[in-house]
């Protein structure tokens, strides 16, 4: 033993321990607990006898194997409802409101003998994709967050990352990564900063990488117009809410199983490494103070993912006017570039005009929408699109071809698709890696290709399309 070294040591027991079983850490960790816990009901007398108090009634349904997951989807599903039932109205009132002030400042520059083209710039294009982007932006988020809020301050968040610990687990990732990916339906962003939380340099990397298939405020706008316009126009307008609901939560559980998938493909592949142990202690369920919900959901989430969107809309509506008004032959340069995208844009479901707003709208997801709209109507400047459903399914399928799979693709291809530039960005800063900011790109965008170009070709191999 004289001549045993400390090296001698590290490695008997890397050795030994890649002859343990994967579940050896958590085996520790129980014990530790069970031990405690024994030693706590020796030390300490309670007034009550009860066998089981509130919060463990509470949780033996919220964290059963049986009622778990159930009980989840209840309430992401009903969040999702009141921002589909909620949002569009707003929206509307909104964006009237904001065009109008646009108007007004159109004709003021024009009294003045502003030049066409700086009235053009600033209020068609700088000023208009401000107004959609809040328009559309704002409403969704003045429900989702404080939705969200609401159920982390009530102590329901930790429950979910308990629910879904071992299908992370299953994937090579944490379960923390629950967390993070929730806080990626408010913003993929904000996402990606959370995963701090996460102390493994793997793991987190893993949950960086994989949380743009959770969509994003910016992405709901899209999702709802395609869930109502073409899913739930086909059933009574009673029910249309509920099934325009129902049509995104199915869309996020694709995104979420896409989660799990590449999580699982990274963890084996690039990201090799050893699942580390992840104990998590179940906060009391916690009275709601409304106070404190409404400064974070407003203050904290929904202004200032607002003004970071503000910031990156206004140069991107800038772009639309410049394409949509720069001559290219006999159409404009906005036209041209996606008649050369149309090829490749029908090889995946799609067609050119969409490709060109996904290009033009890697600053902000909002402008998706108006932008194709805009292209669509042959306007010079986004504009006010059709009001009602039926107006908006004459104008993409009468008008521009579209099918059921052009509705499709688009949903799979704006859950699937690259981050935003914000969300790169704050890859960037949080991996000090651009290789891994340009790999976030390369795997979404590359998943979102693949993915719609399968269901376009199995669907005209079928004789669907």
Same mark, same amino acid.
């Given at each position: 033993?004289e001549n045993? $070294?400390?090296?001698?040591v590290?490695?008997k027991a890397?050795?030994?321990?890649?002859?343990?079983?994967?579940?050896?850490?958590?085996?520790i960790?129980?014990s530790? +607990?069970?031990e405690?816990?024994?030693?706590?009901?020796r030390?300490?007398?309670?007034?009550?006898?009860k066998? +089981?108090?509130l919060?463990?009634k /509470?949780d033996?349904l919220?964290?059963s194997?049986?009622?778990g997951l159930?009980i989840m989807l *209840?309430m992401?599903?009903v969040v999702?409802?009141l921002t589909?039932s909620?949002?569009n109205?707003v929206?509307?009132?909104?964006?009237?409101?904001?065009?109008?002030l646009?108007?007004? @400042?159109r &004709?003021l520059?024009?009294?003045?003998?502003a030049p066409w083209?700086?009235?053009g710039?600033?209020w068609?294009g700088?000023y208009?994709g *401000?107004a959609?982007?809040i328009?559309?932006?704002?409403?969704?988020m003045m429900?989702?967050f404080p939705?969200?809020?609401?159920?982390e301050d009530l102590? +329901? #968040?930790?429950?979910?990352?308990?629910?879904?610990?071992?299908?992370f687990k299953?994937?090579?990732a944490h379960?923390k990564?629950?967390l993070?990916m929730?806080? @990626?339906?408010?913003c993929?962003a904000? @996402?990606?900063?959370?995963?701090?939380?996460?102390?493994s340099?793997?793991?987190?990397?893993?949950?960086?990488?994989t949380?743009?298939f959770?969509?994003c405020?910016?992405?709901?706008?899209t999702?709802?117009?395609?869930?109502?316009?073409?899913?739930?126009s086909?059933?009574?307008a009673? *029910?249309t809410?509920?099934?325009?609901?129902?049509?995104?939560?199915g869309v996020?559980?694709i995104?979420v199983?896409?989660t799990?998938f590449?999580s699982?493909?990274?963890?084996?592949?690039v990201l090799?490494?050893?699942?580390?142990a992840? $104990?998590l202690?179940?906060?009391p369920?916690? !009275?709601?103070?409304?106070?404190? %919900?409404?400064?974070t959901?407003? %203050?904290?989430?929904? /202004?200032?993912?607002?003004?970071?969107a503000?910031?990156t809309a206004?140069?991107?509506?800038?772009?639309i006017?410049?394409?949509?008004?720069?001559?290219?032959?006999d159409?404009n #340069?906005?036209h041209?570039?996606a008649?050369?995208?149309?090829p490749?844009?029908?090889?995946?479901?799609?067609d050119?005009v969409i490709?060109?707003?996904?290009?033009?709208a %890697?600053?902000?997801?909002e402008?998706?929408v108006?932008?194709?709209?805009m292209?669509?109507? @042959?306007?010079?400047?986004?504009? &006010?699109?059709?009001?009602? &459903?039926?107006? /908006?399914?004459?104008?993409l399928?009468?008008?521009?071809g579209w099918?059921?799979?052009?509705?499709?693709?688009l949903?799979?291809?704006? #859950?699937?698709? &690259?981050?935003?530039?914000?969300t790169?960005?704050?890859?960037? !800063?949080?991996?000090?890696?651009?290789?891994?900011a340009?790999v976030?790109?390369?795997?979404t965008?590359?998943?979102a290709?693949?993915v719609?170009? #399968?269901?376009?070709?199995?669907a005209r191999?079928?004789g669907?399309?």
């Open positions: 033993m045993v $070294t400390p090296n001698d590290l490695a890397e050795a030994l321990r890649n002859n343990l079983s994967t579940g050896f850490r958590d085996e960790v129980k530790l +607990y069970s405690a816990e024994k030693i706590a009901h030390a300490v007398k309670t007034a009550s006898d066998k +089981y108090d919060d463990q /509470i033996r919220v964290t194997p049986i009622t159930p *209840l992401l599903g999702i409802w589909v909620g949002a109205v929206s509307e009132a909104i964006a009237n409101v904001l065009f109008s646009g108007d007004l @400042g &004709n520059f024009t009294t003045i003998g083209w700086l009235t710039f600033i068609d700088v208009l *401000l959609w982007v328009s559309v932006m704002l409403p969704p429900i989702f939705a969200f809020t609401f159920l102590g +329901y #968040l930790p429950r979910v990352a308990f629910n879904l610990d071992w299908m299953k994937s090579g379960g990564q629950s993070t929730a806080m @990626g339906f408010g993929n904000a @996402g990606v900063v959370a995963t701090r939380i996460i102390d340099p793997r793991e987190r990397l893993i949950a960086i990488l949380n743009n959770v969509p405020n910016g992405r709901f706008p999702l709802i117009m395609l869930a109502t316009v073409f899913v739930a086909a059933f009574p009673a *029910l809410s509920f099934i325009a609901a129902g049509t995104v939560v996020v559980l995104g199983a896409f799990f590449m699982w493909a990274l963890s084996r592949t090799k490494g050893e699942a580390s992840f $104990t202690e179940l906060p369920y916690r !009275k709601p103070n409304f106070g404190r %919900i409404l400064y959901s407003i %203050i904290d989430r929904t /202004i200032f993912v607002l003004w970071r503000m910031q206004a140069p991107a509506g800038a772009i006017w410049l394409l949509a008004n720069i001559p290219y032959g159409v #340069l906005a041209a570039i008649d050369w995208l149309n490749f844009g029908v090889l995946l479901g799609l050119g490709l060109l707003a996904y290009i033009i %890697i600053p902000a997801n402008i998706v108006p932008t194709m709209m292209m669509y109507m @042959g306007a010079g400047m986004m504009v &006010n699109g059709p009001s009602s &459903n039926t107006d /908006i399914f004459n104008l399928v009468n008008g521009n099918t059921l799979l052009t509705a499709i693709n949903m799979l291809f704006a #859950l699937l698709h &690259n981050p935003c530039a914000t790169i960005m704050t890859i960037y !800063k949080e991996t000090k890696s651009w290789k891994w340009t976030s790109v390369v795997i965008l590359g998943t290709i693949l719609t170009f #399968l269901t376009a070709s199995i191999l079928l669907w399309a």
